[in-house]
């Protein structure tokens, strides 16, 4: 397909919208009273587009413009996708079974990012309110078994689940509040389910 000039693609994308307005196509007159154009220069315009193939047209009928190619850009719609809600966790059930399922909550990007797979925990404590996450809060947790030094992560230790920043240390692993007021866990059978992706907050 040949490239259009600017020029070009603004006439084609005028004779787009006319037409999506008003359910049929404007004459070469009315293009030309839009662009303040000559009826030559506009007809030198169509006849362009239509050796380039975005525009076919009936030379003896009156709106007979019609547009084959779309040259405007198209806005696309945000992802969006239903993320599980956790409940309460029961003690050995999967994270992620239908006991502990609270319901679903619709988010779009940039919460969630296509590709990926993700679940939601209502915040219990306030062990993270040093990161600026809050009792209450929703917390998005993108799904993985590894963590780097420094992440928040969702860690499963003997069924319980906490929401902590993550280091791996020498023999054990440490899992760090952000709260003064409460003291780091040190463990080491640990299981990571994911790491924090975004955070919920609602007044």
Do not use: W
């Not at 037409?19 to 030309?32: D, L």
């Not at 969630?112 to 996450?133: C, D, E, H, Q, W």
């Amino acid at each position: 397909m040949k490239q259009i000039t600017a020029r070009q693609k603004e006439v084609l994308t005028f004779i787009s919208d006319f037409s999506e307005e008003n359910a049929y196509p404007p004459t070469v007159r009315e293009i030309g009273e839009h662009f303040g154009i000559s009826l030559r220069a506009v007809q030198d315009h169509v006849a362009a587009l239509q050796r380039k193939g975005y525009l076919s047209l009936c030379q003896k009928r009156s709106r007979s413009m019609r547009v084959l190619i779309d040259g405007r850009k198209k806005e696309s719609a945000p992802y969006i996708n239903k993320v599980p809600l956790l409940g309460t966790v029961a003690a050995g059930k999967p994270l992620l079974c239908e006991e502990n399922l609270d319901g679903y909550v619709t988010l779009t990007e940039p919460f969630i990012r296509p590709g990926k797979n993700y679940f939601a925990l209502r915040v219990r404590g306030t062990s993270m309110i040093g990161a600026g996450i809050l009792e209450g809060d929703l917390a998005i947790i993108e799904q993985s078994a590894t963590a780097i030094d420094g992440q928040i992560v969702v860690a499963v230790i003997e069924d319980a689940i906490t929401l902590k920043r993550y280091y791996k240390e020498s023999t054990r692993v440490r899992l760090q509040p952000e709260n003064p007021a409460f003291q780091a866990i040190y463990c080491q059978d640990v299981r990571i389910v994911g790491i924090l992706s975004n955070i919920v907050r609602t007044y």
